[in-house]
């Protein structure tokens, strides 16, 4: 019986076969300025998000969102995130917020301006950490017979990585694009990215992900 082939031996092709893009929480509660859960380095994801977001409707492949939503009433995500009481109501869907670098109030959890789904391609909304809990990703990843995922977008070491980690038990090959993803805690950003290489996936730049295309 030959022995299985390496991740790091398996070929661009096959780490990259049938893949969708999935874009996780670069809502405006993240990424802008003094939003209350605020990433600064969410901002300078926006261009490498976007070439990805280009190059797979350019394709034809399926890009997909997540939006994280705060629950409305007490719960356990609330000791952590604080900013999700109902004095700042952080991620609460509907609730309108203004932001100094842009004009007019827009819906705090929604999708930021910069990177608007299209009509037509998938939302999900999750009410934790991780885009499958809850919620029917795996169901729609089957019936566009997707068999791999590119993951960009925030926080690195929370939502992309426990994301990217389920992503690998639901049986995806998976890649973290690594200037696509960002967080306020460097060394957590880079042990995430470390730890997910040795024994969950790939991680990759921009350039390197859409070379694997």
């Known amino acids: 019986m030959a022995a299985p082939v390496h991740a790091g ?34 901002r300078a994801t926006i261009a490498p998000i976007r070439r990805l977001i280009e190059t797979f409707r350019a394709r034809a492949r399926p890009v997909i969102f997540t939006r994280f939503l705060a629950r409305e009433e007490p719960n356990l995500l609330w000791h952590w995130s604080p900013q999700c009481w109902p004095d700042v109501k952080s991620c ?29 391609e998938v939302v999900i909304e999750k009410y934790g950490y991780g885009a499958f809990h809850g919620t029917d990703l795996d169901r729609r990843l ?43 805690a460097p060394d957590l950003h880079a042990a995430t990215l470390k730890n ?18």
């Open 9 to 42: 031996h398996v070929p661009p092709s096959e780490r990259l076969r049938d893949p969708a893009l999935l874009v996780v929480d670069m809502q405006n509660d993240f990424v802008r300025r003094d939003a209350p859960l605020e990433v600064p380095d969410s």
């Open 92 to 120: 609460w869907k509907g609730h309108q917020r203004t932001y100094p670098d842009i004009q007019g109030a827009r819906d705090c959890s929604d999708v930021i301006d910069e990177l608007t789904p299209r009509d037509g």
């Open 196 to 213: 997910f290489a040795m024994k969950f996936g790939w991680v990759a730049d921009t350039d390197t992900a859409l070379l694997w295309l």
């Open 142 to 184: 089957q019936a566009l017979a997707v068999k791999s995922l590119l993951v960009a977008g925030t926080v690195t070491q929370i939502c992309i990585e426990e994301t990217a980690r389920e992503a690998f038990h639901h049986g995806y090959r998976t890649t973290i694009v690594a200037d696509a993803v960002s967080s306020y």
